[in-house]
């Protein structure tokens, strides 16, 4: 069983800059994995941020970028905004005959 | 402008077979590339991924529910179907649909339905 972790929770300070970051127990994250993010709100569905590692969507704001970091899939917010308290999600692309894809735990961003 | 919206019951039985439809507008099934997924989460839980289908017809699972799962489409209808049999109190969840997209060097999911609450109870 493919298990994809993430921090639990981050707490940062409106207009710091805080990275989350996204494993796999099966080794190194690389591009092939397509990392993507998504960000959740209480009550809403998730809203995709980044894909394939660190592509935005045309409605991603500026302030967050992809990477990838010692082995793992990363997001970095920079210039956090009181409304990017959310949950953090991120998704891995596992390939081969019967290809899949595994969601992170999730990471709890608190903005104090 | 992409939509998908889910549609099912919102209370079933144990044991029994649930049946959801993701109603979808903006863009086609049938076009090469796009596929649309499903993915679940239990109250105050993470995001599961449950399954894919592909314009093509190719059909992915998750491997710990593959035994449980049937996905399937109507290009004519817009429409894509999910069916999970044997339900059980643990499968309560919000299951969403979500348009995927497919290329050389990307794959990604972006737009997303509301999401349906399904509770699993006697």
């Known amino acids: 069983q493919t298990v994809v972790t993430q921090e639990p929770s981050l707490t940062v300070s409106p207009g710091g800059t805080v990275t989350l970051t996204c494993a796999s127990s099966t080794g190194a994250v690389t591009s092939g994995y397509y990392p993507n993010w998504f960000q959740q709100k209480p009550g809403q569905a998730p809203r995709a941020l980044i894909y394939s590692t660190s592509n935005k969507h045309s409605w991603t704001p500026a302030r967050f970028s992809g990477s990838l970091l010692g082995g793992k899939a990363a997001l970095t917010l920079s210039g956090v905004q009181p409304e990017d308290e959310a949950e953090y999600y991120c998704?891995?692309?596992?390939?081969?005959?019967?290809?899949?894809?595994?969601f992170g735990g999730g990471t709890k961003l608190t903005v104090l | 402008q992409i939509t998908l919206k889910e549609s099912g019951p919102t209370l079933v039985k144990p044991t029994q077979t649930l049946t959801l439809t993701c109603t979808f507008s903006g863009f086609s099934l049938s076009t090469s590339g796009v596929g649309v997924g499903w993915i679940r989460q239990p109250p105050g839980k993470a995001l599961e991924w449950l399954a894919l289908?592909?314009?093509?017809?190719?059909?992915r699972y998750s491997p710990s529910l593959k035994s449980r799962l049937t996905i399937t489409k109507d290009t004519s209808k817009n429409q894509v179907v999910l069916t999970m049999t044997n339900m059980d109190p643990v499968d309560t969840a919000t299951y969403y649909c979500a348009h995927s997209w497919i290329g050389p060097t990307t794959d990604y999911f972006d737009y997303w339905g509301q999401g349906t609450l399904v509770t699993v109870s006697s």
């Open positions: 998704l891995l692309y596992y390939g081969g005959a019967q290809s899949n894809w595994v």
């Open positions: 289908i592909y314009w093509d017809d190719d059909k």
